[in-house]
């Protein structure tokens, strides 16, 4: 069955780091574009981060840039995003999803565009 697992989230302080991972099962990651959203409660969920099926095409929102990277590892058929310099308002709960209809690329980063969710991560930033 198709399958992503995320993992890696936790409590951290302002200005820490955390790496979360998305395992694939039941199909590759690298024939799909792979993004990461968040949400909190009460507001909609919000796109991250993309990157596509060739690795060769990466996206983040305006306020993740320059704190936030994707990646993929084939080997492991698994996506990370690597979280650093992390802020209070980066809390929510982290999902990866995969693009719909086979996409290999990145559309627009909204929900009806991916699917496959995973049941998310929490991730905490507090002093």
């Known amino acids: 069955q198709v399958q992503l697992v995320e993992s890696g989230g936790g409590l951290v302080q302002p200005g820490g780091s955390l790496r979360l991972s998305c395992a694939a099962s039941?199909?590759?990651?690298?024939?799909?574009?792979i993004a990461w959203f968040r949400q909190v409660p009460g507001k909609e969920r919000e796109g991250v981060s993309c990157?596509?099926?060739?690795?060769?095409?990466?996206y983040y929102t305006d306020s993740v840039k320059g704190r936030f990277t994707i990646s993929r590892d084939n080997a492991k058929n698994t996506v990370y995003l690597q979280m650093n310099s992390l802020k209070p308002e980066d809390t929510a709960v982290y999902y990866c999803?995969?693009?719909?209809?086979?996409?290999?690329?990145?559309?627009?980063?909204?929900?009806?565009?991916?699917?496959?969710w995973g049941q998310g991560t929490q991730v905490t930033v507090s002093s």
């Open positions: 039941g199909f590759r990651l690298d024939n799909y574009g």
């Open positions: 990157i596509t099926s060739s690795g060769g095409g990466i």
């Open positions: 999803a995969r693009s719909g209809l086979g996409g290999l690329g990145c559309p627009r980063l909204t929900v009806s565009n991916f699917g496959s």
